[in-house]
């Protein structure tokens, strides 16, 4: 009797999951900290000044060492939209590397939210990029973004390391 | 009895023992360095050549100056996220500039100088040291098309 009674309540809590996540979309992009343009004039590469600039990263490219960003961690910025009250929703991104050599699927730690109706939220998350690059040259980052079981978008981040 | 085969390690040991020139970081050499000073180690012919080209640009172009970016670690250390930049015979050369602001510039910019940078391809192309010049401006004559190229010469020495 009790394990029908846990049975019932995992499956109410997974069908409460995928019900809330049918009404949930998502948006993502990348963004990182860079040198402004003002910066970049005159750059000293051995003292060079901090990076402040916020700027949207649509590839990740090492051709110029200034010129166009290459960060260490990139951020993953998720906007979330929900046509109904969401309550402690686990919002969980993995990420994947496609192309060069071969580098393991991450999980991530989750952010749980809870959204109101029609009012969109962003949720960021800090990826670390640096080693996986360096050592397996991939080409392509690919973050997926779920709610329980269910792929609410992805982001592509083409990669371009230096030859 | 004595192994006749190549360690898989000899390449690297090969860089490993490498010991290159530093590109003079004095200013009055007609170039500007836009990498840290570890990253501009090259060969002696390497570094030769550069400075010469640099100077004739310098002259001939009334004080434009040449960015010079990476060319190798002084012992040939691999230099990620660079796939090659370890045998001392490859440097990184931005494109010119319309303003002549020491600052980064592509092919598609307004202040790209298509001009400068076709006199400054014409004057590597006749050192014999130059082998290949990746570069994405196909109106310019004697380079090689190659992803990522639109922002800087990928210069190739022969020795």
Known sequence: MARLIIALLLLMTVRTAALAAENISARAHYECIWWSTEQMANFDPNHPPPRKTRVRLDRWEYSDPVGVPHPDTVTLVVMLTSSGVQKNLDIVVRTQWLGGRPAKAEALTSHIVSLEAGVPKIIEFQLPVKATIDQNHPKLLRSSIWAGAKELSHADLPITVGD | ?159
């Not at chain 2, 050549?49 to 691999?78: E, M, W, Y």
Request: aromatic share 6%; proline share 6%; with cysteine.
């Open chain 2, 1 to 159: 009895m004595a192994n006749v085969h190549s360690p898989p390690h000899s390449r690297h040991r090969q860089h490993a023992l490498a010991n290159f020139v530093l590109l003079p970081q004095v200013s009055g050499n007609g170039y500007y360095p836009y990498s840290s000073t570890d990253r501009q180690y090259g060969t002696q012919a390497t570094v030769d050549t550069v400075v010469k080209v640099a100077r004739s640009f310098f002259s001939a172009n009334r004080g434009l100056k040449i960015g010079i970016g990476d060319l190798c670690f002084q012992h040939g250390a691999p230099m990620p996220p660079h796939v090659s930049h370890r045998d001392g015979k490859e440097v990184d050369i931005r494109p010119m500039r319309t303003d002549r602001l020491s600052a980064p510039v592509n092919i598609h910019d307004a202040h790209y100088d298509r001009a400068a940078t076709a006199r400054l391809v014409a004057l590597l192309l006749a050192e014999p040291n130059v082998h290949r010049i990746l570069f994405n401006d196909q109106k310019i004559a004697g380079v090689m098309r190659w992803a990522g190229h639109d922002n800087h010469l990928h210069v190739k020495m022969n020795r």
